[in-house]
Structures are given as C-alpha cells and as structure tokens.
C-alpha cells in the first residue's frame, strides 16, 4: 500500500517542475502548461489527504479545482491566441502590450 508521505513527495517534486517552468520559461504556453503542474499536484495533495482521512471533502475540492483549471486553459490559450495574432509572438519578453 502506497502511504501519504509518497504522494507529498511526489507532489512537491510535480509542484518544484511547475515553479521552475513559470520562472524560467519564456513562452506564454510553457507557462500556463506549468500552472497546470502546480494545479495538479494540489489535486493530489488534496486527494492524498482525503483518502488518508476518509473525509470526500478533498475530492470534491479537487473537481472543482479541475473546472477552475480547465476554465483558466480555455481563457489563457484564447488569449495567447489573440497575442500571437496581435504581436506575431508568444515570448513574454517581447509582449509589452500595456506600455505606451
């Protein structure tokens, strides 16, 4: 049987993926695909949790934050859609769309 600290582990090293994509990364997909790994691996903290304290709380949270995700997935890449047609590019170095 597989304990509640392997799922912590296996989460934080999902969620440190994801944190280092954001902050290095410079393409607008990359970086929404990482906030999705953060996104999951909370999903997994959550349903770790709820099974180990036989409570549906966590698992009902996590459907809920899987609409959340799928809502910010659909907006985001309608967005970088309208970048790219805008700006000719996805780099979040090269879109300074609020300067004057």
Same mark, same amino acid.
């Given at each position: 049987?597989?304990?509640?600290?392997?799922?912590?582990?296996?989460?934080?090293?999902?969620?440190?993926?994801?944190?280092?994509?954001?902050?290095?990364?410079?393409?607008?997909?990359v970086?929404?695909?990482?906030?999705?790994?953060?996104?999951?691996?909370?999903?997994?903290?959550?349903?770790?949790?709820?099974?180990?304290?036989?409570n549906?709380?966590?698992?009902?949270?996590?459907?809920?934050?899987?609409?959340?995700?799928?809502? *910010?997935?659909?907006?985001?890449?309608?967005i970088?859609?309208?970048?790219?047609?805008?700006?000719?590019?996805?780099?979040?170095? *090269?879109?300074?769309?609020?300067?004057?």
């Amino acid at each position: 049987m597989v304990e509640t600290t392997h799922y912590l582990i296996l989460s934080t090293i999902v969620f440190t993926i994801g944190v280092v994509g954001v902050l290095t990364r410079r393409n607008v997909i990359v970086v929404l695909m990482c906030i999705e790994l953060m996104l999951n691996s909370v999903n997994l903290n959550l349903v770790a949790f709820s099974d180990r304290f036989q409570n549906v709380v966590g698992q009902v949270f996590t459907v809920f934050v899987i609409t959340v995700a799928a809502a *910010e997935a659909a907006v985001g890449l309608g967005i970088v859609i309208a970048l790219f047609r805008n700006k000719e590019t996805v780099n979040v170095d *090269e879109i300074d769309l609020m300067k004057w």
